[in-house]
């Protein structure tokens, strides 16, 4: 099946530091992949869509200078959490959906990234 | 994206038969109807699609009524491991599996020794 895995499973930083989180499918393609955050006791929430070779498409009320998103291949996304503070401590998590695969929602999750600002 | 409405929780035992009921009553024509699984601290994990009647796999069945507005998923004799949040997404048409999906808020399951 479709892998997507998530670097690093956890993190821990300062107050003010910047922490990149990468996305990968390792054995598809994938032209498109989402960006979600979830608090505790909560739902996933879509902070953005990366495309690949282009600007991400951020969701109303996601800041796009302070979560900055780069595609630049087919297998890679990342986000950066630029001068981060605790109330970003969340849940990241990425998906990707099979290129030219069709008729379908399934899409493959990665296994989270924690993010704890202190 | 329709909306869904599910239990908040759910409490079961050990070798129950769990049924999961979403609502969709504004699903679109070309939507299919996907069910999720999400441990504590993990990405979601995808566990059945379909678009009517029923699908079943190794691990769960989906049954839809002809209207369409609403699904059920059933999770044969329950065990530990099954406690997770199962959400209900409904999305549209051909190649979703690209498109950004809209999560509501889950139902908590909870299996019971």
């Known amino acids: 099946g479709a892998v997507v895995s998530q670097h690093p499973s956890w993190v821990i930083c300062k107050s003010g530091t910047s922490v990149k989180i990468e996305c990968r499918s390792l054995?598809?393609?994938?032209?498109?992949m989402f960006w979600y955050r979830q608090f505790p006791k909560q739902s996933l929430m879509l902070m953005a869509t990366?495309?690949?070779?282009?600007?991400?498409?951020?969701e109303q009320g996601v800041e796009k200078d302070k979560f900055l998103i780069n595609h630049a291949s087919l297998t890679l996304s990342t986000l950066t959490v630029t001068s981060a503070h605790p109330e970003d401590s969340s849940f990241y998590i990425c998906?990707?959906?099979?290129?030219?695969?069709?008729?379908?929602?399934?899409?493959?999750f990665g296994p989270g990234t924690r993010l704890t600002v202190l | 994206l329709a909306k869904t409405t599910q239990p908040i929780s759910m409490d079961s035992y050990e070798g129950q038969e769990v049924n999961i009921t979403c609502s969709h009553n504004?699903?679109?024509?070309?939507?299919?109807i996907t069910w999720y699984q999400q441990f504590p601290s993990q990405g979601p994990r995808f566990i059945i699609q379909?678009?009517?009647t029923k699908v079943t796999n190794e691990v769960a069945s989906l049954f839809i009524p002809a209207d369409r507005k609403s699904s059920t998923l059933s999770l044969p004799r329950v065990s530990l491991s099954d406690t997770a949040v199962y959400y209900c997404l409904v999305g549209g048409g051909k190649d979703t599996g690209r498109r950004a999906l809209t999560f509501g808020s889950g139902t908590r399951l909870q299996v019971q020794p």
């Open positions: 054995d598809f393609q994938a032209t498109t």
């Open positions: 990366s495309n690949e070779g282009s600007k991400a498409t951020y």
């Open positions: 998906s990707a959906g099979l290129r030219g695969r069709t008729a379908y929602n399934e899409q493959f």
């Open positions: 379909g678009y009517k």
């Open positions: 504004n699903i679109a024509t070309n939507d299919y």
